[in-house]
C-alpha cells in the first residue's frame, strides 16, 4: 500500500478521512490533539493545489435525537482558525458546485449516515461510491478509526487510487516496530475500567509478551475470579467475560503480575492495605508496589491503561508511580490509549518514552493482531 509522502499528489481533488473524535465537556473540546495531528497532510495537500475533502466520524449515532449533540459544527468552529474551509450540512447531499469552487470542505458526521439505516458503520458501497465520485484520490489519514472498516476508512478504496496520510505514516512505522519487535523480555501493562472491552486483546497480547501486569479496574475483574475480596470495586459481572478470565488465569498464571498493596476507600477514608485486608465495603485503587524489578528487567514495554482514576488526586498515586518506574527503567516503553497518553502528558514524560500513539482501539488490535479491518480490506479491495 501506498503512502502519500511517496507519491505526487497535485492539482487533484482529494477525500481526506481523518479521525476529528475528540472529546467535548461543557461545549467545549478538552483535547485537541487529534485534529492537530491531521494538520500535516492537510496542509500539504492544499499547499499542492488539491482542493480537500475531509470526511470523519464523531460520537455514536444510534438515533435521531444522537445527530444533535455529535455534530462536527464544533470541529469545524476550532478548523476554522487555520483553515479556508467550508462546512457541509449533510453527508449524503453534497453540492457539486459547491465542492468545485472552493478549496476545502468539512462534511458532516460521516455516522449521520446510519439513521435510519446502517450505513456508514457496515461499509456500505453505495455511500462509499457517493463520497468517491467526488474526488479523484483518498487519502486516509484517521490512524484511531483503522480498527473499523467502514465506508469511509475503507469502502471508498474501491472507486479511488487510496494512499496513506502521514499520521497512518507515522504510527505504523513506529508501531511496526512493537508489533515485529524481537526484543525480550517483553513486557505489557494493561490497565483502565473496561476489562470487557480489553479482554480479547489481552489474549493476543499474551502470546506475544513474557510478562503481562494487570492493573486498575482491569485487574479487579482478575481479583475477583481468584477468588479475593474486592469489596465494592468496579468489576465486570458478565458470565462470559469471567468465564474466559478464569480460561486466561489457568493458563497464563506464571505471566500475570500486580500490585501487592492497594489504595483503598473504606467509607470515604483512603488507606493502603494488603490485598488480603480488603473488606466489604473498599473501593479500590491499585498502587503498583513490588513491581519495580520486572520493570526494570524489561528490554520492551507496552502500556495502555491508566492504574487507578488518574483525574483524580487521591487515586492517581498508582498512575503517577507506575510513569516513574517505567522512566526510570532503561526499557523501550510504547504507550498507546487516550487517557493513558494523558497521564504522561500530565507528568511532562512526553519525551521520556519511545512513543506515544493517537490510537486507542486502533494501536490496542494492532499490537496484539498485527492487523487493522480497514487496511486489510484496502489492500483486497482497492484498485
Ligand atoms: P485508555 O484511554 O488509555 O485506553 P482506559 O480508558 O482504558 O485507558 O483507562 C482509563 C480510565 O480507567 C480512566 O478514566 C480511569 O479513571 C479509569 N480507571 C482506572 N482504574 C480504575 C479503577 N480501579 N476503578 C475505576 N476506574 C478506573
Ligand atoms: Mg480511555
Request: charged share 25%.
Amino acid at each position: 500500500m501506498n503512502y502519500l509522502s511517496k507519491v505526487d499528489v497535485t492539482n487533484k481533488r482529494v477525500l481526506l478521512r481523518c479521525d476529528f473524535n475528540v472529546s467535548i465537556k461543557n461545549g467545549v473540546i478538552t483535547d485537541t490533539s487529534k485534529i492537530d495531528k491531521s494538520l500535516d497532510t492537510i496542509n500539504y495537500l492544499l499547499n499542492n493545489k488539491n482542493t480537500v475533502i475531509l470526511l470523519s466520524h464523531f460520537g455514536r449515532v444510534k438515533t435521531e435525537d444522537d445527530k444533535k449533540s455529535n455534530s462536527l459544527k464544533i470541529v469545524y468552529e476550532y478548523l476554522k482558525e487555520f483553515l479556508d474551509l467550508e462546512f457541509v450540512e449533510d453527508p449524503t447531499t453534497i453540492d457539486k458546485v459547491q465542492v468545485s469552487n472552493k478549496k476545502c470542505f468539512l462534511i458532516e458526521n460521516t455516522r449521520f449516515t446510519d439513521v435510519p439505516e446502517k450505513r456508514e458503520s457496515i461499509n456500505d458501497l453505495e455511500l462509499a461510491k457517493y463520497w468517491s465520485e467526488f474526488a479523484d484520490v483518498f487519502v486516509i489519514d484517521a490512524f484511531a478509526s483503522l480498527h473499523r472498516a467502514h465506508s469511509s476508512t475503507a469502502g471508498v478504496s474501491n472507486y479511488l487510487p487510496t494512499y496513506l496520510g502521514f499520521l497512518v505514516e507515522k504510527e505504523l512505522t513506529n508501531l511496526e516496530k512493537l508489533v515485529k519487535n524481537s526484543k525480550h523480555p517483553f513486557l505489557v501493562i494493561m490497565g483502565g475500567a473496561k476489562v470487557d472491552d480489553k479482554l480479547g486483546i489481552i489474549e493476543g497480547l499474551l502470546k506475544k509478551c513474557d510478562k503481562l501486569i494487570l492493573t486498575g479496574g482491569i485487574l479487579n475483574t482478575f481479583l475477583k475470579v481468584m477468588g479475593y475480596n474486592i469489596g465494592k470495586s468496579l468489576v465486570s459481572d458478565n458470565g462470559e467475560i469471567l468465564r474466559n478470565v478464569e480460561k486466561i488465569i489457568n493458563e497464563s498464571k506464571n505471566k500475570i503480575f500486580y500490585s501487592s498493596k492497594f489504595i483503598v476507600n473504606r467509607l470515604n477514608n483512603v488507606l493502603e492495605v494488603d490485598l488480603e485486608d480488603i473488606q466489604n465495603d473498599d473501593i479500590i485503587y491499585d498502587n503498583i508496589i513490588n513491581l519495580d524489578e520486572i520493570i526494570n528487567a524489561s528490554k520492551i514495554v507496552f502500556l495502555n491503561g491508566t492504574s487507578g482514576k488518574y483525574e483524580i488526586d487521591e487515586y492517581s498515586k498508582g498512575t503517577e508511580k507506575l510513569l516513574y518506574d517505567l522512566k526510570n527503567s532503561s526499557a523501550e516503553v510504547y504507550v498507546g490509549g487516550g487517557d493513558s497518553v494523558s497521564s504522561v502528558i500530565s507528568l511532562g514524560f512526553e519525551n521520556e518514552f519511545k512513543y506515544l500513539s493517537s490510537g486507542g482501539g486502533a494501536t490496542l488490535e494492532y499490537v496484539s493482531d498485527s492487523k487493522l479491518k480497514a487496511l486489510e480490506y484496502i489492500r483486497e479491495h482497492n484498485l
